[in-house]
């Protein structure tokens, strides 16, 4: 019976073990292709950045390839988690959320969309990107967008997903220089606009 209880303990052990590198690579990976071009990464670097050998990311990836869809899978997810944590038809709270997420994965998600028509991996990222904002414009602008029909919804959809999208964040932050607090009033402003 001891035998086998040190047995399950030790197997246990191996598969945290699994886990914690799988995450850690995960994440380095996360942090390489949003610092730095997609040529520019190597596997090398990811594995230095987890501490594992190029052979270990290999074995759990297969290429660099299948290393950024497996980035991809947990940074849409952990952004998901983000992003949906608005509550449905409250506008500061969208608009305070949305701005953090930006404060965050803005700049990276500029370097995504910059590689997007060369990089096929960069291009299924921004897809799913795009995908999941439509998403959540649908998601938390549910009661405005419900009492619209037709032509009249799907342009407000429209102006929506344009007014929240991650250039109107550049605009603001990067190329106006405005500070976080001024451009989330600006947005707010012109989501008030949009929604009057």
Not at 105 to 120: A, C, T
Request: charged share 25%; glycine share 8%; hydrophobic share 45%.
């Amino acid at each position: 019976m001891k035998a086998r209880v040190s047995r399950a303990y030790r197997m246990s052990a191996r598969a945290e073990a699994a886990a914690q590198t799988h995450r850690a690579i995960l994440g380095a990976a996360i942090r390489q292709f949003g610092a730095h071009p997609w040529e520019e990464v190597s596997l090398a670097d990811v594995a230095r950045e987890a501490g594992v050998t190029v052979q270990t990311v290999l074995r759990r990836f297969g290429s660099k390839e299948g290393l950024g869809d497996g980035a991809l899978a947990l940074g849409t997810a952990a952004v998901r988690e983000e992003r949906f944590s608005s509550p449905v038809g409250d506008l500061n709270a969208a608009v305070q959320g949305l701005m953090r997420h930006y404060e965050t994965w803005g700049d990276r998600s500029l370097l995504f969309l910059s590689q997007e028509n060369r990089v096929p991996a960069m291009r299924r990222l921004t897809d799913s990107g795009r995908a999941l904002h439509h998403e959540w414009v649908d998601h938390v602008f549910a009661p405005w967008l419900a009492k619209a029909r037709g032509g009249a919804r799907l342009r407000l959809r429209a102006r929506l997903i344009a007014t929240t999208d991650v250039y109107a964040w550049k605009i603001l932050r990067r190329d106006l220089g405005f500070e976080p607090r001024a451009a989330e009033q600006t947005l707010r402003e012109h989501l008030e606009a949009v929604l009057a």
